[in-house]
């Protein structure tokens, strides 16, 4: 079956700082990879996706993802952090038909100032 | 842009009542979706839908049904409410026009049953 694994709980990071978050997915077939944010109170904003072609996926906010095969990893990234990047991030993989998701447990992020 | 709406943002209800949550979606959103939110378990899908009248079960149905009798509107139902009920309930709607079309999420409703 389809999962989803996000290896960390909770990161804190300085604002400035570069920041990576972690997914792992398992899938056997080529997957369609998203990440989604949920601020504070709010429900959950699509960042990025990723379907096929180019391996590097550019989203909003100034976020990136790299899907790569060899590691079943689809992690996402951002070369400088703004306090208002804090939010908890979810990763999630299309399961079966119409749309289904599977989603990962989630990553915390706290951002320093 | 895509609006999900959900009728209540916090509810509070007691232990043994029929509760009910309303999602309405202002797009033409063929799929629509209700999942539970909890700490340290992201989001599991209860039920979606992918047409008027038509549901399938989610990974988690125990404990709740659903009803869609128009295309906008997809309605949570606990049938009795229990504690373990307690929790953030968002939906979400998608169009269903081509594979991998993202959901769509409401800003959740945040329930609890006492």
């Known amino acids: 079956a389809q999962s989803v694994t996000q290896p960390d709980i909770h990161i804190t990071v300085s604002e400035g700082a570069s920041l990576e978050l972690r997914c792992n997915y398992s899938?056997?077939?080529?997957?369609?990879l998203f990440w989604y944010v949920q601020s504070p109170g709010q429900g959950l904003q699509l960042l990025l996706k990723?379907?096929?072609?180019?391996?590097l996926v550019q989203g909003i906010k100034g976020f990136e993802a790299e899907f790569k095969r060899s590691q079943s990893s689809f992690n996402l990234r951002k070369p400088s952090v703004h306090w208002s990047d804090a939010a908890e991030y979810f990763c999630?993989?299309?399961?079966?038909?119409?749309?289904?998701?599977?989603f990962g447990t989630g990553t915390r992020l706290q951002v320093t100032l | 842009d895509v609006k999900v709406t959900q009728s209540s943002r916090y509810l509070v209800k007691r232990t043994g009542e029929k509760v009910f949550l309303e999602c309405v979606q202002d797009?033409?959103?063929?799929?629509m979706f209700w999942y539970r939110q909890d700490p340290g378990l992201g989001l599991r899908l209860i039920y979606f839908?992918?047409?008027?009248?038509?549901?399938e079960k989610g990974d988690i149905p125990e404990g709740y049904s659903v009803s869609r009798e128009k295309k906008e509107r997809f309605s949570l139902i606990l049938e009795s409410a229990s504690t373990n009920q307690t929790s953030m309930y968002l939906c979400?709607?998608?169009?269903?026009?081509?594979?991998?079309?993202?959901?769509?999420f409401g800003d959740g409703t945040r329930l609890s049953i006492l």
């Open positions: 999630a993989v299309l399961t079966g038909t119409a749309s289904k998701l599977t």
């Open positions: 899938y056997g077939a080529t997957p369609y």
């Open positions: 990723y379907f096929s072609g180019d391996t």
């Open positions: 797009m033409d959103h063929e799929n």
């Open positions: 839908s992918y047409d008027v009248k038509m549901k």
């Open positions: 979400a709607g998608s169009t269903g026009q081509g594979i991998g079309e993202p959901q769509h």
